[in-house]
């Protein structure tokens, strides 16, 4: 089988390291000329090409941002692909990914979100095992074509990935709480500490606690710009969520609630044992 992958930062170039071996060809498709040559450079892809090479291949990646894999459905939806070609998106969100493609290219659509990443981009932050034990969150298979669905499983079992199957609706829910709410409090706690502090202190008095908490500041703004929109009503329930427990501990503080306040982190400490 060949594959092509379009986008080639670290969820595309991470998925082209690994799968080395598993297909015969690996093309790379990206809109950003460094990026290309850092792929060819780094081995994620055997070659690079452009857009209408997706025509020819088995397996299509689309690994950008949600829009973007939006637009990719609708171009590949004119076009003459190899049949049984399988499209495997990486979008952050789902269901609008979904609600959008088009119904000709439906059944060849696997909707997946690897529940992986790191705070980096681009091609150089690619790694081999970047999916390696993690989840791999299959949304709406039912009306992903047969062939597509065993391809699919073949490529994720290949991975040593973990597959969960969720609606898409009640994933992009979930994700809102889980993964799109703690990037935007990251981002609010740099953007806060800056407004309060000098470049000095911040590297004097920064420790881990800082560090871990502010980690996700250094993600993508252009692409996780992208995931709040598609997101917006979910994540906005997420944030009053947050903004309720905050208020919570404000409150405690300020009346000096000392006790209730401890049982209040005491409740928090138990998200860990299930994690």
Not at 19 to 40: P, S
Not at 81 to 110: A, M, Q, W, Y
Not at 196 to 205: G, R, S, Y
Not at 239 to 247: D, T
Request: hydrophobic share 40%.
């Amino acid at each position: 089988m060949t594959c092509g992958i379009v986008g080639l930062g670290l969820m595309g170039g991470s998925f082209g390291l690994a799968m080395r071996g598993y297909f015969n060809e690996i093309i790379g498709i990206d809109h950003n000329e460094e990026h290309k040559r850092d792929a060819l450079k780094l081995g994620l892809v055997d070659r690079v090409g452009e857009f209408e090479d997706l025509s020819g291949v088995d397996v299509i990646i689309l690994a950008i941002p949600i829009r973007g894999i939006i637009a990719c459905l609708k171009q590949l939806a004119d076009m003459k692909l190899k049949e049984n070609c399988t499209i495997i998106d990486f979008g952050s969100t789902k269901e609008s990914i979904i609600k959008e493609c088009p119904s000709n290219i439906r059944k060849n659509l696997v909707a997946s979100h690897p529940m992986a990443g790191t705070e980096y981009s681009g091609p150089m932050a690619a790694v081999a095992d970047l999916y390696e034990n993690k989840i791999m969150v299959v949304c709406d298979i039912e009306n992903s074509g047969d062939v597509q669905k065993e391809r699919a499983c073949g490529i994720y079992k290949y991975l040593k990935m973990r597959v969960k199957h969720m609606n898409a609706s009640e994933h992009d829910r979930h994700a809102a709480f889980i993964s799109h709410m703690p990037h935007i409090v990251s981002f609010s706690i740099a953007n806060a500490v800056l407004k309060q502090e000098d470049k000095q202190h911040i590297v004097t008095l920064a420790a881990g606690g800082f560090r871990d908490m502010s980690r996700l500041a250094k993600s993508n703004a252009h692409m996780w710009g992208d995931i709040f929109k598609e997101n917006k009503q979910n994540l906005l329930d997420s944030i009053e969520a947050f903004k309720s427990e905050l208020k919570k501990a404000k409150n405690m503080i300020e009346e000096e609630k000392w006790d209730e306040l401890k049982i209040w982190m005491e409740k928090g400490n138990e998200l860990h044992k299930i994690m």
